[in-house]
């Protein structure tokens, strides 16, 4: 069974903080993708990932893949308030996502 | 047009009633997808199709009815629901079932068993 280990779970910081969310797993994965929801609303896909060692950006985010294709990271610089949400991290190898358990992140302003 | 919509966006039913859930897109994507989410939790699979035909059916109890009545349409027919299964159905589409394929996911539907 592949699992993805997301961590921290939960994430409480001051507006300006930089901070990393981890996703881990003893599998390697054919891609990886990032989504990011919002209480009530459907998981918004913000990045996808699919050769090892690839550094993605997106504003004041940074998505890596790891070389083996087995983690991923998610850098945040100087969140803000409008960041908070639920992060998922969720790995494809057969066309079924496994995803990680979600880290909850609350910026404070 | 990315977008996969869910109509409605609230449901709250009986136990005894039956009522559906749709979900449409116009990426021209011929796989789409349900899941289940549970509040703070990742979602769940429940049912894939793969051009029009179910593929995937992750053991969900038969009290939920999956339908795909053609390339764009996907619904979710739901007949004696059980108030455990209170949840965010969500609904997603990709391009075909593939391991590089992205996902994109609806709004949801909040569904409520009283």
């Known amino acids: 069974t592949q699992l993805l280990e997301q961590s921290p779970q939960f994430l409480s910081i001051q507006e300006g903080e930089n901070l990393t969310v981890y996703c881990n797993s003893s599998s390697v994965f054919s891609s990886l993708q990032w989504y990011r929801q919002e209480p009530g609303e459907g998981p918004v896909l913000l990045v996808t990932v699919v050769t090892g060692g690839e550094v993605k950006k997106l504003k004041r985010l940074t998505f890596q893949f790891g070389d083996a294709r087995k983690d991923s990271s998610l850098h945040i610089t100087a969140a803000q308030p409008g960041d908070t949400g639920l992060y998922l991290c969720?790995?494809?190898?057969?066309?079924?996502?496994?995803f990680g358990q979600g880290t909850t992140l609350q910026v404070k302003p | 047009d990315t977008e996969v919509t869910q109509t409605p966006k609230h449901l709250v039913m009986g136990m005894t009633n039956k009522k559906s859930l749709k979900c449409e897109q116009h990426m021209g994507h011929r796989a789409m997808y349900w899941y289940k989410q549970k509040a703070k939790k990742p979602p769940e699979l429940m049912f894939v199709y793969s051009y029009e035909k179910l593929s995937i059916n992750e053991s969900v109890p038969s009290r939920f009815s999956p339908e795909c009545p053609n390339s764009s349409l996907l619904n979710l027919h739901l007949h004696a629901l059980q108030p455990e299964d209170s949840a965010l159905y969500l609904c997603?589409?990709?391009?075909?079932?593939?391991?590089?394929?992205?996902?994109?996911f609806g709004p949801g539907t909040r569904l409520t068993v009283l």
């Open positions: 969720a790995g494809s190898n057969t066309g079924k996502l496994i």
């Open positions: 997603a589409s990709s391009h075909e079932i593939s391991s590089y394929n992205e996902q994109f």
